[in-house]
Structure formats: C-alpha cells, structure tokens
C-alpha cells in the first residue's frame, strides 16, 4: 500500500472516530457506563493511534514546515 493510499484510510478512520467521541459523549446518559468506558475510552486510545500514525505518514511534510532554517 502506498503513502498516499494509507493516509485516505488513515484520515477516514480518525474523521470517524472524532465523530464517536462527540457521540458518545452526547449520548452519555442513555448508554451505561460500561458502553461509554468502550465507546469513548476506547475510541480516544483508538483515536491517539490514528493521529500517530497520520503524523509518521506526514512527518516529511513536518519536517519541511516546522524545522526550516531561518
């Protein structure tokens, strides 16, 4: 799988799991704890996985933008 390839599924996949934070936390008082422990702890561990993972794929791009020479 290329780079470019990688970060369409990457971007997608975060894009998603920002949307299950903001649900679960909306939906907060209609499922129990144990559904919002899975849904929202464990989509943000999910989710700071995502954003690493999209962060190595970019890091070139990093690189350029935020240690140029003055």
Same mark, same amino acid.
């Given at each position: ?7 369409? /599924? %990457?971007?997608? %996949? /975060?894009?998603?799991? /920002?949307?299950?934070? +903001? ?11 144990? +559904? ?8 943000? +561990? ?6 690493? /993972? ?17």
């Amino acid at each position: 799988m290329n780079k470019k390839t990688a970060l369409k /599924i %990457v971007n997608v %996949v /975060i894009a998603v799991l /920002i949307l299950n934070q +903001a649900a679960s936390v909306g939906l907060r008082g209609l499922i129990g704890p144990e +559904a919002f422990e899975l849904l929202h702890e464990g989509g943000g +561990a999910l989710l700071l996985l995502g954003v690493v /993972i999209h962060v190595i794929l970019n890091w070139g791009w990093v690189r350029a933008t935020f240690a140029k020479k003055g």
